[in-house]
Antibody
């Protein structure tokens, strides 16, 4: 069965960096687009970024563009989110999610999330 | 940027039908997906491409999309359906994913 396991979250000071990981199993990772979606405490879902199956294209939300970078290693079945210049408002649970298609058709599976807290 | 509008809350008695709207400019031309999220859990896909159901999702969950409104309909509502529901589209003009603000379904 499809499994997505996030890790790398924690408490970090404003302005610092953090790297999130998503280990994928139970499907052919290299055949699917992958997303990061976040949810601030008590708030709704916010799309963060997507990367195509072969990493030839990637897109980021305006709120994180220039600070966050999505990437993937198909040989390791792993998705990444590099987060730089973190702000207090980046505090959220970050979900890794699989798209139904190689590029973008819509999310069908979600991980359980990893909490990132940005605080001094 | 593209905006999806959902009511903050919808209430329904058990056994009745719940309808959760998602408004967006010409949303009828997009593929809309719906996610259910229970407290402390990750979201779960319940309807994709406007009206299709993933395997394992009860037939009580259905969707429609036309004009400026997409709608998630839950028939014969059960206590276990109480959750937050989010609509979502891919905005191809900006190459961004967009979520609605979410609707909390309360079963009275």
């Amino acid at each position: 069965q499809v499994q997505l396991v996030e890790s790398g979250g924690g408490v970090v000071q404003p302005g610092r960096s953090l790297r999130l990981y998503c280990a994928a199993s139970g499907f052919t990772f290299s055949s699917y687009g992958m997303h990061w979606v976040r949810q601030a405490p008590g708030k709704g879902l916010e799309w963060v970024a997507v990367i195509w199956y072969d990493a030839t294209d990637k897109y980021h939300a305006d709120s994180v563009k220039g600070r966050f970078t999505i990437s993937r290693d198909n040989s390791e079945n792993t998705l990444y989110l590099e987060m730089n210049s973190l702000r207090v408002e980046d505090t959220a649970v970050y979900y890794c999610a699989r798209d139904r298609a190689p590029m973008v058709r819509g999310i069908d599976y979600w991980g359980q999330g990893t909490l990132v807290t940005v605080s001094s | 940027s593209y905006v999806l509008t959902q009511p903050p809350s919808v209430s329904v008695a058990p056994g009745q039908t719940a309808r959760i709207p998602c408004g967006g400019n010409n949303i009828g031309g997009d593929s809309v997906h719906w996610y259910q999220q229970k407290p402390g859990q990750a979201p779960v896909l319940v309807v994709y491409d406007d009206s299709d159901r993933p395997s394992g999702i009860p037939e009580r969950f259905s969707g429609s999309n036309s004009g400026n409104t997409a709608t998630l309909t839950i028939s014969r509502v059960e206590a276990g359906d109480e959750a937050d529901y989010y609509c979502q589209v891919w905005d191809s003009s900006s190459d961004h994913g967009v979520f609605g603000g979410g609707t909390k379904l309360t079963v009275l």
